[in-house]
Every structure is written in C-alpha cells, then in structure tokens.
T-cell receptor, first 114, second 111 residues
Framework: NAGAMQNPRHLVRRRGQEARLRCSPM?????VYWYRQLPEEGLKFMVY????????ESGMPKERFSAEFPKEGPSILRIQQVVRGDSAAYFC????????????FGPGTRLLVL | DAKTTQPPSMDCAEGRAANLPCNHS???????VYWYRQIHSQGPQYIIH???NNETNEMASLIITEDRKSSTLILPHATLRDTAVYYC????????????FGTGTKLQVIP
C-alpha cells in the first residue's frame, strides 16, 4: 500500500545509546506526523511537523525526544539515551494538506532497547 | 484524558457484515470520528471519517449516533483480508488531523 517510507524497519539499541528514525513523506506531502505504539497498546500521537516547523509536539515526552523536518531530506525522530521503556513501534504518516486530510502511514520502525 | 473505547475482539463470518462499535461519549462538537485498521506488522490504513452525518465509501460505512457519543463501522461483506485490528479515533478539527486512537478491536473473519 502506498504510504510514507520509514527506515530502518528494525533498530536495536543498548540503553544509553541514541536512536534516529527516518521518515520520508509521500511525494508532494509536506505534513508529517509521528505516532508511537507500545506493545499491546494503540497508537499515540507524538508530534506534527510541516517543513522546517514543529506545529504540535504535545504528545512527545519532554526529555530525550526531538523531531525535525528539514527543508531537504526526511523527517527525523531522535531519541537520546534510550531506555527499555522506549521499545515500541514508531510510525510516521504524511498528508498532502492539513484540514482532515487522509494520513498515509509508513510501515513503522520497531525499536528494541536492550 | 479523552478516551474512546472499543471491544477488544470480535469474530465475523466471511461474507457477512461486520459491525464494529466505538464509544466516544466525551467527544467534542468540533472533533471528527476516524477509523483506521492495522493488518499485522503493517502501518495503519485509513478507512473512513465523519463529523455528524453517516458516511460511506468503497471500503465501509460509518454510522454516528445523533448525540455523537458512539459510532459503528460497517464492513458490508467481510473477507478474510479484512482480518485486522480496527482503531476508532477522534481528531481535533481545528486545522490539522491529530488523531487520538482507542485500544482497537481485533476482528477475526472466519471462513
């Protein structure tokens, strides 16, 4: 199914390392959303970005997590000093415009923290 | 914390209609109801959304009660490929789609 592209699909990190998750939106899409899915739970909104701007980061933990969407290149979700509780599936989605536009999800990055 | 609640699992016979309920009793007047599904290990897939009126598209129908406190997703003729986890969510309508998802219903379509 067409959707945003994410890499890597699987990422293993040891506690204290940094994790960088990349999301390339669909062609022509300039809006990116990040969600986190903890094991056996539903999706939780983390952050919404437009090119070079963070619009809403209300779902993002205040510490260790950051996101960017530069003018060129993919959106990056960065997790510093990872802990075991960060182990989850991280999904990004992109949309063409804003107002109630369909979000097209990527396949997710499964982060495992040892 | 605003919540949507869904039954954890449901079965449906192949070829029959699947009716998936969702409770969103605290929904605000400016929040849309969204439905997505997630087939094992894949990213969520958009199905349908609505505000007040019932909606239908090529995938499903969405029935929203008059008081908007609950909704039902209807898959008219379920197939084995419809086996998935179905998430009901709500989204602020003020300019962008920020979806708060429920815990999902695992639909098993049985041959």
């Amino acid at each position: 199914n067409a959707g945003a592209m994410q890499n890597p699909r699987h990422l293993v990190r040891r506690r204290g390392q940094e994790a960088r998750l990349r999301c390339s939106p669909m062609k022509g899409h300039s809006h990116v959303y990040w969600y986190r899915q903890l094991p056996e739970e539903g999706l939780k909104f983390m952050v919404y970005l437009q090119k070079e701007n963070i619009i809403d980061e209300s779902g993002m933990p205040k510490e260790r997590f950051s996101a960017e969407f530069p003018k060129e290149g993919p959106s990056i979700l960065r997790i510093q000093q990872v802990v075991r509780g960060d182990s989850a599936a991280y999904f990004c989605a992109s949309s063409l415009r804003t107002e109630q536009e369909t979000q097209y999800f990527g396949p997710g990055t499964r982060l495992l923290v040892l | 914390d605003a919540k949507t609640t869904q039954p954890p699992s449901m079965d449906c016979a192949e070829g029959r209609a699947a009716n998936l309920p969702c409770n969103h009793s605290t929904i605000s007047g400016n929040e849309y109801v969204y439905w997505y599904r997630q087939i094992h290990s894949q990213g969520p897939q958009y199905i349908i959304h609505g505000l007040k009126n019932n909606e239908t598209n090529e995938m499903a129908s969405l029935i929203i009660t008059e008081d908007r406190k609950s909704s039902t997703l209807i898959l008219p003729h379920a197939t084995l490929r419809d086996t998935a986890v179905y998430y009901c969510g709500r989204s602020y309508s003020g300019g962008y789609q920020k979806v708060t998802f429920g815990t999902g219903t695992k639909l098993q379509v049985i041959p």
